[in-house]
């Protein structure tokens, strides 16, 4: 019951977490009811005003439909469950792929509770724990055939990419991963340690198998553009969160560190360098320390060449029989229920979670006494925004990539209260300010003639602007365009 031990741990660390107050899972579902509402997918932008009429596509579409469902079923305890679920079958995955490269039951279960406790910021509702799991899915299949020569396993592959592209543009990395599997039998012709049986001939076939099943998407070849414009665009890793390198203040991110550490120790202690694990290791570093939300890419691999380096003794080997999958499905299943009921987890818990980190009883209070837009918002705020108040497009919100570097740029100096904040053409045309209550700007607009504060909590505060203020030709233009946003809804 090893096995269950370890999913039944990764679970309920999930739910003590219960992270469910995210920014942008809100427009993700927006897009989702868009997509059922019209049974289309769109290709321009349907919910901001700066968004109308430039090009979008919803590439995501199928976490969004699957969030959007979970919501629909269950409210907010739906992302708690995609977010367990999610967890437990890549811990289960993670299992599988570090057995097949380590008999010692132990050492995998540590390792494994290891990179899942240093993945623990991800565990939120959003499409790259698919990506994640999907990840993994890969490199079990690509070593195990690299160890044994076998390809059928192979020919999973292209199916594999044809789900992920529909649901995470981070496919992108998989297609990495696989293009060094395919360089491999070529480069170990002059690298010292060999260690791939597969042909160069197979990995290419595999490797077109694989791009056509990515084709197989609401975009076809233009989801490829689409990952090209999110890697390039330079403003968005300065700016957001969570596309930054990691700050080091946190305990997990020195648990990233210690465990990538011990990664590249075990390989150089092997003495031996594979070209796979070698050059995916060198891969890991430029792209988890370049961003925060990527460090799942390192961090997994660290663990996978820790359990091919780590001794062990081929009597530590006990295999879980599959007979007894059902029974460890049931007592996992059986261990979440009860954590969820000893943590009190329900809709209402969340819904206060929820307060606690986004502008819920602001929202309210905007709807409520019916105050007239445009809105004038934190980028933080707007996919909550996109859900939440549909006749009232926000000024900004979280898909970066829609917004470009210049709007991105111009609404972090105009909420930094930094000089000539006041010209922000999208401020000017406000009839609404929903404001966190901590930044510049608001303590700006408390002084400000033209704004009136009518609401303000521990979280958000709501300025109206003065009818005598509106400038008029700032008024008739956004009006115009919120006449658009409303036919295309």
Known sequence: MVLAVLLIAAGILCLHMAVVADPDVWWHMRAGQWILSHHAFPHTDPFSIHGMGKPWQAYSWLFDLTVLKAFEHWGLMGFLIYNTALVVAITAALYHTLRRLQPDSTKVVLLAFLAMAGLTRLFT????????????VELDILLHARKTGKTRELLWLPLLFALWANVHIQFIDGLVVLCVAVAEPLLERWWIFRQTKLRSGTMWAVLGGCLVGTLLNPYGWRIYQIAYQLASQRGVLSKVAEMA?????????????????????????????PVFETSLLAL??????????DIWFLILLAVIVMAEALPSRPEQDIAVPTVALPVIAVVVLAALWLGGFVFQLNDAVLKKQVAEGL???????IKDKGYPGP????????????????????SIDGRAALQGDEMLARSGQTWGGQPGWDTDPDLKAAGVVLAPVHLPLTQLLREDPQFKLVYEDK???VFVRQQSAQPAAAAGGAGNTLSKLARTE
């Open 359 to 365: 502008p819920v009883h602001a929202v309210e209070a």
């Open 284 to 293: 890991g570093a430029i792209i988890s320390f370049r961003s925060e939300r």
């Open 245 to 273: 390198a990691l700050p080091f203040r946190g305990y997990d991110d020195f648990l990233f560190l210690f465990t990538v550490l011990a990664g590249v120790g075990a390989l150089a202690w092997s003495r031996r360098f």
């Open 459 to 461: 979280l958000a505060a």
């Open 375 to 394: 809105i004038f918002n934190d980028y933080s705020w707007g996919g909550y925004l996109i859900w939440h108040l549909r006749n009232m497009p926000p």
């Open 125 to 136: 509702p959003r499409p790259w724990l698919p990506s994640i799991l999907f990840f993994i």
